[in-house]
Nanobody, 111 residues
Framework: QVQLAESGGGWVQPGGSLRLSCAAS????????MGWYRQAPGKAREWVAH???????NYAASVQGRFTISRDNAKNTVYLQMNSLKPDDTAIYYC?????WGQGTQVTVSS
């Protein structure tokens, strides 16, 4: 069993920043392979960012240059720093590892 708990969502004005956290617990021995996804109202869930072996990171084109995924192995936590937020970034954000999913955290970007 693996438990993933997202936090850090909220409301922010366009151009603002938020940092999401995903705390992992249970039978997870490495944060390699952790990903962030999001689902906007009426849309399919989409991949946002991923952190792989050795800390290699990848991003969706829509967030490249604005979002940064990172991890703290000591805290078993993965972060998603989101800068220059746009209304199109409004969604529920989920972290996922090896088919396990968290409950999500809502991010709303509006003026």
């Amino acid at each position: 069993q693996v438990q993933l708990a997202e936090s850090g969502g909220g409301w922010v004005q366009p151009g603002g920043s938020l940092r999401l956290s995903c705390a992992a617990s249970g039978s997870i021995f490495s944060l390699d392979g952790m990903g962030w996804y999001r689902q906007a109202p009426g849309k399919a869930r989409e991949w946002v960012a991923h952190i792989a072996n050795g800390g290699l990171t990848n991003y969706a084109a829509s967030v490249q240059g604005r979002f940064t995924i990172s991890r703290d192995n000591a805290k078993n936590t993965v972060y998603l720093q989101m800068n220059s937020l746009k209304p199109d970034d409004t969604a529920i954000y989920y972290c996922s590892w090896n088919s396990w999913w968290g409950q999500g955290t809502q991010v709303t970007v509006s003026s």
